[in-house]
Structure formats: structure tokens, C-alpha cells
């Protein structure tokens, strides 16, 4: 619990200093209030709920690249994860890597997740996700999606943490998932990918992700 509570501490006393027009952005009393009762709460919060907490608080700034790095968070920040993978494409979510149990589902449309449509959960989801316009929200928000603590609290998915998805192929023949949380970031590293399975060329802004520049 200290613990925490002197982190909070130091996101409290850090970010006005290193975020340009912090109070601009975020009024100060309720910054204030905010990281007060984060405090109080703190003993009887579990971590990842600190954490989901404090990752609202920072993307309440409403600049993108002022975040808390939950979705790829590792170490204490680590939140498990579904074996699945979504992108945002013109026509809607699709599942674009799976783990091998759930490949059946590659290339698949999103068209309910939950009880609820991708839209709503999207919007349901938008306060955790720093963001400044609708685009950049929806190039963010499928990895926060696949964060089970977030999908729990926000109970989209089940008291256990299980995620239901109901996907359709090419055809319109829906079809659903249970998917089961497993572990953490490296869940991602197991997947099986559309690109591979139905060897679609590699896009060239894909082809090498942590260039700067790309030329050919």
C-alpha cells in the first residue's frame, strides 16, 4: 500500500511539472481531488485496479502521447491479456492474430463483444485511453480491448474474466468465442497471425515497424 501511495506521489508531483499547460489541460482542484481520493482508496484497491485508476487520471489530460503505458505494460504494470489480436479497418474490428485455438476466428469482423458492439465498448473504454481526436481513439482503443482487468472492471467481460466474441467471416455467418485471459505481455508473442495464414503481402509501412524512415 505505501508503495503505491508514494508512486502516486510521484505521478502527482511530476506530471504538472513535465506536462506542458498541465492545468490548462486538467483544472487543478480537480487533479487534486482526483489523486486525494486515489490515496484514500489506495488500501482497499487491488493493483490492477490502481492501475486502471491512474492511467484514467493521466489520459483525462486528453494528449496522446501523455499516457500510462498499460497496454503494453510489463513488470508490475502488467495486465494479462486475451490470446487474440483486433485492428480497426474502413468496414469495422477485426481479429487479425489469434492464439492456435482460436484461429478459426483470423480475418473474422467483430460484430459484438459482449452484449455490446465494438462502437460502445470503444466509448465505454475512450476515458482510460489518451487520445485528442476520434481517430487516434480508434487506432488505440482494440489493445485496451484486450486487457482482461480493464474488460473486467468495466464488466464487459464475466466475473472470471472470460470475453465473449461474437465475430462473422466474409459471408455473414456469425459465429462466437469464449476467450480466457492468459498471462501478460507475452501472450502476443504465441499468436498466429491473418497475414500469415492467408499469406497476404506485408504492407509496406509494416515492413519495418521501428524504422523512422522507410524507403525502398
Known amino acids: 500500500t505505501s508503495r503505491w501511495q508514494d508512486g502516486l506521489d510521484v505521478v502527482a508531483r511530476e506530471l504538472p511539472v513535465r506536462q506542458k499547460d498541465f492545468y490548462l489541460l486538467m483544472p487543478q482542484d480537480k487533479f487534486g481531488r482526483d489523486v486525494a481520493e486515489l490515496k484514500r482508496e489506495i ?23 501523455t499516457e500510462l503505458d498499460i497496454a503494453s505494460g510489463t513488470g508490475a504494470l502488467a495486465l494479462h491479456r486475451y490470446p487474440v489480436r483486433m ?4 468496414d469495422g474490428l477485426a481479429v487479425v492474430a489469434a492464439a492456435p485455438e482460436y484461429q478459426g476466428a483470423l480475418g ?10 465494438p462502437d460502445q465498448v470503444e466509448t465505454i473504454l475512450a476515458p482510460y485511453i489518451p487520445h485528442e481526436n476520434k481517430t487516434k481513439l480508434q487506432r488505440a482503443s482494440p489493445s485496451y480491448m484486450n486487457l482482461a ?42 499468436l498466429v497471425t491473418a497475414a500469415k495464414t492467408f499469406h497476404i503481402p506485408t504492407e509496406f509501412c509494416r515492413k519495418r515497424p521501428k524504422a523512422f524512415y522507410l524507403y525502398e
Do not use: W, Y
Request: net charge neutral; aromatic share 2%; glycine share 12%.
Open 43 to 65: 488500501p482497499q484497491l487491488s493493483d490492477s485496479d490502481i492501475i486502471l485508476q491512474m492511467s484514467r487520471m493521466v489520459a483525462g489530460l486528453g494528449v496522446a502521447h
Open 87 to 90: 485492428e480497426r479497418f474502413s
Open 108 to 117: 473474422g469482423r467483430v460484430v459484438r463483444i459482449g452484449s455490446m458492439t
Open 149 to 190: 482487468e480493464l474488460m473486467q472492471r468495466e464488466k464487459i467481460a464475466d466475473a472470471a474474466g472470460h470475453l465473449q466474441l461474437t465475430c462473422a467471416k466474409a459471408g455473414g455467418q456469425e459465429f462466437k468465442l469464449e476467450i480466457a485471459p492468459t498471462g501478460t505481455a507475452e501472450t502476443g508473442r504465441n
